[in-house]
């Protein structure tokens, strides 16, 4: 069973592209054989019921993977003409050019203003105080919460709200300076107003990264993204424009997933 | 003898008091349908059963305590008494005797005026043993017959027994705690003694260690009472020496076994580990004074030291540090393992090795934690005995130079307690002024390091 594509998808320039990828724990197989390419200016959301190995999938792409010791990837998959499996890049470098943001906000039990310099410390992106002070502002500002908390950059980022903490990790994955930002159902903590800055941030970040989102609710990916791909028990199903996913689906599956009939 | 088969008695009764119940409640439940049961029948048949032998055996309890007494007083006030010495050594003696020989665990009597004294004794046990077994066996009958009364469907049997059942596991765990607050009152009533006879402040602050225990215990001199060495001693071998080997080692292989080892190595090397903190601290003892002990004085020669000692406080530390870093170890590896999964993937996700990411986010974040461990860990060492009294000397030396001999505050209630002094001598006590410092120390440094951890505990939950 191959993955229905639409035939409509205009040709845009891909960031990334998984071909054929198989990912294994142990001897189950939790995606089969997935090929898709992610679009550099666009939002592409993957949706799915629980289980269907879409988060998964998303971890394949910056090899977070890695740390499960029984897991195992075959197939190629590429960034900007480099296979990130085989080739001479290493993870270090893979994952500050692809970032990540998890489902639980996750900041670091240190200052918001050592949140965001983590990861440009361990790049050694500035020199000196006053560039890294740079970065720091232009991070939080990217993602909308400079104005909540410049006056206190020294609070602990486990002090802030949820919604708070997950622009600050949006924030400190945009310090890097990532090519692609990775999301996984990073609003299924929040509240729905945190949720809206959260969606709103996304369409102000969309087209500078390119943003693969995992998402439980149909909304939200009708919302912020362009591009849905529907994952179903490991397998893509189908792919191709949001618009089109939501009004016309070419799959018997897909169709019963959006409508609400199971998942 | 007899006390065996009362409580035999009680047990069986129990038991047929069980069946007796159970069955009752059977029939009950024949009659009137399992839902109109209140409990299960043999919740009936644990509560009468409980009935008959809880009155049984605290009464056979009380006897044996109060029926030795009823007997003395019996035979103390016959005829045959009256010609018995009026009190002392050889009337306690006599009446001993006079016992042994009733009960039949001694053959025969030395005394001519102890025989006059068997038959009374043979007379009065018999009676009271006769009173005791059936008194209990009326206690036992009635709390059966009034527990078996009590049973109807809707009687809440479960209800009491579980009761029963918390009771005595209530009575268990006062016990740890009772026996506890016992040895504080008798640290504390011991050392109140030895303040009496050595002022608090020599003892505390005074840096001279020599108690004689041949002096005269009148007038204690007090400048021979100053404890500084030894507790000098004691942190330098235990928090200091001891320190220096367990938390870089203990923290490093913490480190290595839940970031780095793969399951299968970790299978093996944390067992491995805790086999370290299963060996007894004796067999450390020998180590240190037959191997290690050695093994310093010889470098310490062949380094030029003249006539270095064979009892350093560095054999006994580096030892002592072996011993504890199972300790730091798994208190460092809990906390590690307890900083969430999302903080690690956050840091490695961000591009930082496995090494930058226990660097900047796991150690920081796991902290606290760790300071309990080690915490925990010193209280422990500067408690540890037997490795100090086999490779630290007696000698209370005030040095920082960590070749030379010195002694602990453990080694020195060693000393003191196995020494000849009386119990009255103010040598002897001094032990236990010791092992009341000491058992502050080590309260205090458990009761910080367990608020940390719970704080820390809750810092991620």
């Known amino acids: 069973m191959v993955t229905v594509i639409h035939p409509n998808l205009d040709d845009t320039e891909a960031k990334m592209s998984a071909r054929d990828v198989s990912v294994f724990y142990g001897d189950k197989m939790a995606i089969d054989h997935v090929s898709i390419d992610i679009p550099t200016k666009y939002v592409t959301a993957f949706i799915g019921p629980s289980g269907c190995g879409k988060s998964t999938f998303l971890r394949t792409l910056n090899r977070m ?4 010791p029984s897991a195992r990837v075959e197939g190629e998959i590429v960034l900007d003409g480099e296979d990130i499996y085989r080739s001479k890049m290493d993870v270090v470098q893979l994952r500050a050019r692809v970032g990540m943001v998890f489902q639980k906000p996750n900041p670091f039990p240190k200052t918001i203003y050592e949140n965001i310099a983590y990861g440009p410390r361990i790049h050694g992106l500035a020199e000196g105080k006053q560039e890294l002070d740079a970065i720091v502002e232009t991070s939080l500002q990217r993602a909308g919460l400079w104005n909540e908390v410049k006056d206190r950059l020294e609070d602990s980022g486990t002090a802030l709200s949820g919604g708070q903490q997950q622009r600050l990790c949006i924030a400190r994955a945009i310090a890097v300076d990532p090519e692609v930002i990775l999301m996984d159902e990073p609003c299924s903590a929040l509240d729905p107003i945190a949720t809206a800055k959260i969606e709103e941030l996304i369409d102000e970040l ?18 912020v993204s362009q591009r849905t791909a529907f994952f179903h028990l490991g397998k893509m199903v189908e792919y191709g424009r949001t618009s ?10 897909t169709k019963d997933y959006i409508t609400g009939r199971y998942g | 003898m007899s006390l065996t088969i009362l409580l035999l008695l009680a047990l069986g009764l129990g038991l047929a008091g069980w069946l007796a119940a159970r069955s009752r409640a059977w029939a009950f439940r024949r009659a009137s349908g399992a839902s109109a049961m209140a409990a299960l029948p043999s919740y009936h048949g644990w509560y009468v059963a409980l009935w008959i032998v809880v009155p049984m055996v605290l009464f056979i309890a009380l006897w044996s305590i109060v029926g030795p007494h009823l007997v003395s007083q019996h035979v103390l006030a016959s005829p045959a008494a009256a010609d018995l010495p009026a009190f002392g050594f050889q009337r306690e003696s006599m009446l001993a005797e006079a016992r042994a020989v009733a009960m039949g665990t001694a053959p025969a009597v030395f005394n001519d005026q102890a025989r006059a004294l068997v038959e009374p004794y043979r007379e009065a046990i018999g009676r009271y043993q006769a009173i005791g077994i059936v008194v209990t066996l009326i206690l036992g009958f009635l709390g059966g017959v009034w527990a078996f009364l009590r049973i109807k469907p809707d009687f809440a049997a479960r209800t009491r027994v579980e009761r029963t059942i918390m009771v005595v596991l209530l009575l268990a765990s006062l016990v740890a705690i009772l026996t506890t607050l016992g040895i504080f009152a008798s640290l504390v009533f011991e050392t109140i003694r030895f303040f009496g006879m050595v002022n608090p402040i020599d003892f505390l602050f005074g840096t001279h260690w020599g108690p004689d225990p041949m002096s005269s215990a009148a007038n204690p ?31 490093m292989s913490a480190i290595y076994l839940t970031q780095y080892a793969r399951p299968s190595v970790r299978a093996w090397v944390k067992p491995a580990l805790e086999i370290l903190a299963g060996v007894p601290t004796v067999v450390y003892g020998y180590f240190a004074a037959l191997t290690v002990a050695p093994a ?14 064979s009892e350093s406080a560095l054999a006994a530390g580096l030892v002592m540090g072996v011993m504890i870093i199972p300790f730091v170890s798994s208190m460092a590896d809990d906390s590690i393992a307890a900083v969430p999964q999302a903080m690690r993937d956050g840091s490695l996700a961000m591009g930082a090795t496995t090494s930058e990411t226990i660097r900047r986010v796991l150690v920081p974040a796991a902290l606290p934690g760790i300071v309990a461990g080690i915490m925990l860990a010193i209280s422990r060492a500067i408690g540890e005995t037997m490795i100090v009294v086999m490779a630290a000397s007696t000698a209370a ?13 453990t080694v020195q209630i060693v000393a003191m307690l196995t020494g000849e002094g009386s119990f ?20 205090g440094l458990n009761f910080i390091a367990l608020r940390v951890v719970k704080r820390f505990r809750e810092a991620y939950e």
């Open chain 2, 221 to 251: 001199d007090p400048s021979r009472y100053g404890a500084i060495p030894l507790f000098w001693g004691t942190i330098y071998i235990g928090a200091i020496i001891a320190m220096i080997v367990a938390i870089p080692l203990g923290l």
């Open chain 2, 296 to 309: 310093i004085r010889d470098l310490a020669l062949a380094a030029g030291m003249s006539n270095p000692s």
């Open chain 2, 424 to 443: 009255d001598h103010p040598a002897t006590l001094s032990a236990f002024a010791l092992g009341f410092v000491l058992f502050l120390v080590t309260l």
């Open chain 1, 206 to 223: 969309n087209g500078r990264y390119a943003i693969v989102i995992v998402t439980h609710s149909m909304q939200q990916a009708a919302r």
């Open chain 1, 244 to 253: 089109d996913i939501f009004t016309n689906p070419l799959e018997e599956r």
């Open chain 1, 65 to 68: 993977n890695d740390t499960i």
């Open chain 2, 397 to 409: 030396n005030l040095s920082a130079n960590p070749l030379e001999a010195m002694t602990t505050v």
